[in-house]
Structure formats: structure tokens, C-alpha cells
């Protein structure tokens, strides 16, 4: 059993939170890992408000433990999600890709943690000055939207930066993962391409078959010349953007050539021209469980490794 004090700030029994991915984690994931124990966070992404309440309503039909929701600050609906979660009231809202110092008054008046990811320093003192309640230290390894520390330099940089509970993410998908995290400093960790092969991810299943046949070397950033760079499973997609960017091309065409490919891949399991966001850790994912068994055998290992490591200490050598 690990608790820290991330467990007594968010209400949760393990310090484990699913990362929020837009088209992957809807109200089934988020709810079964919140049973189990954890944080689930809804994905919001790109979607409309409409689209955002139907699933907070349906996450409280599935499980009365807390839950959260991810706000893609990068969205054109951003306003308007907000404004729904402030209707609705849910009790953790993450972000991502900004800073959301001007929305945490009014979602912490609500009752509503804010979380945001930093991929900085910088930031991570900027947001803790606006009273944010935790951090997620998210590094490189990530899927999806990174920045360009890796989580081994940027969780203990951070961790000595703020006082508020840092969660760190970005290649951890073992219990390994979680002993590594918690001894940078971390008081938890998120996670999100280990459960996008839980079994109750309602994501295609060609997308599953692609995490578990992913090797160490399978995935790839692109899109850095548009600012937003983006770590996806090789494919002829990023094959594409690649050669976008050797011919120097603008911008245009790779927001062109991205438009519609996430939902491609995640809901169509279009694995080949769809946009399969993923970390570096799918080489270590290898089997489709329920949450509960991730989350359990996860506390496990973690709890065993720090049992093995204590036991070094000890040894006096
Ligand atoms: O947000 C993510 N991962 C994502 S979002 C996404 S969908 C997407 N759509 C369009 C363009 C790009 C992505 C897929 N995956 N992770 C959290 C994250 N946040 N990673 C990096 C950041 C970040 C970057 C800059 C957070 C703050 C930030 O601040 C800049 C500033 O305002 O100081």
C-alpha cells in the first residue's frame, strides 16, 4: 500500500491518475479507473460543450468517487467547456498545452482542484504563484502534446521548484515506472497510454494491437516547426509530416495534413493515416487488462521494488 499526500488532496486510494486523451478516455475509462481507485480524467480535446457535459453526467451515473476532466487549453471551445464544468461541478480539472491561471478562482470556488501539466520550471512557479493545488511534471517520453525536458531531468527540477504535490508522467507503465517517480520526488503519477489498453477503453481496437506490437523505438515527435509537437506511433502519417518537414514546408500544410487524424485513428482505427498518439512506453505494454488489474499489479510492483531498494540501503555497501 502507497499513500501520499496526493491521496488525501484528491480523495483517492492510490496516487494514480489516467491521463486525460481526447478520443480515448471518455466517462467508461475515467470511471473504471476512479473505482478502482485512481483518478479517471475525462479527454476533452477539441470537443464541444454539449459533448463535455453528456460525459461528466455519464461518469457520475457510473461511479460516485471523484473523477476529473482534461481542458485542452489550445480548444475553441475552451470558454465554454469551462463554463460547463463550473455548471456541473467535477472535482479535478487537469490542462493541457497553456497556462490556466485565469480559470482556477472560479473552478477552486466551485470545489474543483485545478492540476495543470507543466512542462517547465518557469511554469510550474508561475501556477503555483496562481494557487494551483498539484502539478503534473510531464516529460517527452509522453504521447500526444509534449514539451522538451524528459521526466527524469524535469520532476526533481520541479519537485524542488514548488511546494504543491507534483504527479510525474511520461514513461511510466510499471510499478518500476512508479517506485522511479516517487523517488525523483513525485507524489504520484499520471499514466496514459498504459490504460488506453485497459480493457474498458472504448478506443478502436486497432489501436490497442498497435500499443501492444509497439517496440522501444516506434514512435516519433512531429510537427515541432508548428510549435506543437506531437509524439504518435510511426506510421504513414508521420511519414508524411516528416517529409513536410525535410522540404521545409509552412505551416498550413501541416495543420492541413493533421486535421481529423486523431479521431481517424482513435474512433475509425485508421492505424496506418490516423494519428495513434502514444508514449515511449507502449514498448512495455503487452497485455489488454481491466483497470482495477493495471492499478493493483502497478501498487504491487512498485510497493516490491521499494521493499528490494530498502533493503540495498541496508546492506551498508
Ligand atoms: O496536452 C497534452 N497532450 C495532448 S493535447 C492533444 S490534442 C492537440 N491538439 C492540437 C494541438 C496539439 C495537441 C494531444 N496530446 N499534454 C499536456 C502538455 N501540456 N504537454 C505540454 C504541455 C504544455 C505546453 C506548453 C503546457 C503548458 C505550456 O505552456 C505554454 C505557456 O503558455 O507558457
Known amino acids: 500500500m502507497i499513500r501520499t499526500k496526493l491521496c488525501d488532496l484528491l480523495g483517492i486510494e492510490y496516487p494514480v491518475l489516467q491521463g486525460g486523451m481526447a478520443w480515448v478516455s471518455d466517462a467508461r475509462l475515467a470511471s473504471a479507473v476512479s ?35 482534461n481542458v485542452m487549453l489550445l480548444s475553441p471551445f475552451v470558454e465554454e467547456v469551462m463554463k460547463v464544468i463550473l455548471e456541473e461541478g467535477v472535482a479535478v480539472v487537469t490542462t493541457g498545452a497553456g497556462n490556466p491561471g485565469k480559470y482556477v478562482p472560479a473552478l477552486q470556488a466551485r470545489g474543483t482542484k485545478v492540476i495543470p501539466v507543466v512542462p517547465s520550471v518557469a ?45 510525474a508522467a511520461g514513461g511510466i507503465g510499471d510499478g518500476r515506472g512508479v517506485a522511479a517517480a516517487l523517488a525523483l520526488g513525485a507524489s504520484g503519477v499520471q499514466m496514459g497510454t498504459r490504460f488506453v489498453c485497459a480493457e474498458e477503453c472504448t478506443v478502436h481496437a486497432r489501436v490497442k494491437e498497435a500499443i501492444l506490437k509497439a517496440k522501444d523505438r516506434d514512435t516519433v515527435v512531429t510537427g515541432r516547426p508548428t510549435g506543437h ?75 516490491e521494488v521499494m521493499r528490494r531498494l530498502g533493503g540495498m540501503a541496508g546492506e551498508g555497501r
Open 123 to 167: 511554469l510550474a512557479k508561475r501556477l503555483e504563484r496562481a494557487k494551483v493545488d498539484a502539478v503534473i511534471a510531464e516529460g517527452m517520453e509522453s504521447g500526444g502534446h509534449i514539451g522538451e525536458l524528459t521526466t527524469m531531468v524535469l520532476v526533481p527540477q520541479v519537485v524542488d521548484a514548488v511546494k504543491v504535490p507534483v504527479i
Open 229 to 303: 509537437p506531437v509524439r504518435c506511433i510511426k506510421n504513414k502519417l508521420t511519414r508524411q509530416f516528416e517529409e513536410l518537414e525535410a522540404r521545409c514546408r509552412p505551416v498550413e500544410e501541416f495543420e492541413k495534413l493533421g486535421i481529423g487524424r486523431l479521431r481517424a485513428a482513435m474512433v475509425e482505427g485508421d492505424t496506418e493515416y490516423g494519428s495513434v498518439m502514444a508514449g515511449q512506453i507502449a514498448g512495455l505494454v503487452s497485455e489488454i487488462k481491466p483497470a482495477k488489474l493495471i492499478i493493483e499489479e502497478l501498487m504491487a510492483g512498485a510497493v
Open 35 to 69: 473505482e478502482a481507485g485512481g483518478l479517471g480524467i475525462i479527454g476533452t480535446g477539441h470537443a464541444p460543450p454539449d459533448f463535455v457535459r453528456d460525459q461528466i453526467r455519464k461518469a457520475k451515473e457510473y461511479t460516485d468517487k471523484p473523477f476529473g476532466v
